[in-house]
């Protein structure tokens, strides 16, 4: 079965820093996603992306946050000055339809210094 | 507002026990969507079953089970005869149907620490 993959799987950097996280979607899907887990809690939207736009955001998705998908494969998320509060694990999600599964990637720990 | 309250926060059972795993939302649409995620010690969200509100038929798939009753707004998963691989953290998750060009974004409970001793 066709995967979410994301890379790298863990990155370490110091706070100040800029950071982008990577996700290929599963080729025929429409919709992608980020959602992010602080360490022991439950996983909080981020960001919808659909037809080369953001399609919604969460409160937490201010201006240090961006998203791209530059290519037809890859979809990134940026952080432009990173905090210590944005250490978190951050998944990717892509879904083929509107009421389709999201299906997630593996994640990507972020650990800000 | 859409939420999900999964209102354990931990269980412990021992292996074979069969454990049922609490979810309760709240929405206002009439047409939404639920799931449940298993987020293994490996970090991983693995889907495991999707539910559209107008389908209330219990579903089972192998050990699994499901009981989706929209009178008290409740979608709770049952393990049957446990197993330490089941050791977990379990997610309900919500998706309204917003339409075609919106995210439909999930929105996760806090989910649930199962542990299955041997």
């Known amino acids: 079965e066709p995967e979410v993959t994301q890379t790298p799987s863990h990155q370490v950097t110091q706070m100040g820093q800029e950071v982008i996280l990577r996700c290929v979607p599963i080729?025929?899907?429409?919709?992608f996603y980020w959602y992010r887990q602080i360490l022991g809690q439950k996983v909080e939207f981020l960001v919808s992306?659909?037809?080369?736009?953001?399609?919604?955001k969460s409160e937490i998705f201010d201006d240090q946050f961006s998203v791209e998908r530059p290519d037809g494969s890859n979809f990134t998320l940026k952080i432009r000055s990173t905090k210590l509060e944005d250490s978190a694990m951050y998944f990717c999600?892509?879904?083929?339809?509107?009421?389709?599964?999201?299906?997630f990637g593996p994640g990507t720990r972020l650990t800000v210094t | 507002a859409q939420k999900v309250t999964q209102a354990q926060t931990e269980i412990s059972v021992v292996e074979k026990e069969d454990v049922t795993l609490d979810c309760v939302y709240e929405?206002?649409?009439?047409?939404?969507?639920l799931f449940w995620y298993k987020q293994p010690p490996s970090g991983e969200l693995v889907f495991l079953i999707r539910?559209?509100?107008?389908?209330?038929q219990n579903e089972i798939s192998g050990r699994y089970s499901w009981n989706f009753q929209k009178s008290t707004s409740s979608f709770n998963f049952t393990i049957t005869a446990s197993q330490v691989v089941d050791s977990a953290v379990y997610f309900c998750?919500?998706?309204?149907?917003?339409?075609?060009?919106?995210?439909?974004?999930?929105?996760f409970g806090e989910g649930t620490q199962l542990t299955v001793n041997p």
């Open positions: 929405t206002r649409d009439t047409t939404y969507y």
């Open positions: 992306f659909y037809n080369n736009e953001i399609s919604e």
């Open positions: 080729s025929n899907h429409l919709y």
């Open positions: 998750a919500l998706s309204e149907a917003l339409g075609e060009t919106s995210g439909s974004r999930l929105t």
């Open positions: 999600a892509s879904r083929q339809q509107d009421r389709g599964k999201s299906l």
């Open positions: 539910r559209n509100s107008f389908d209330e």
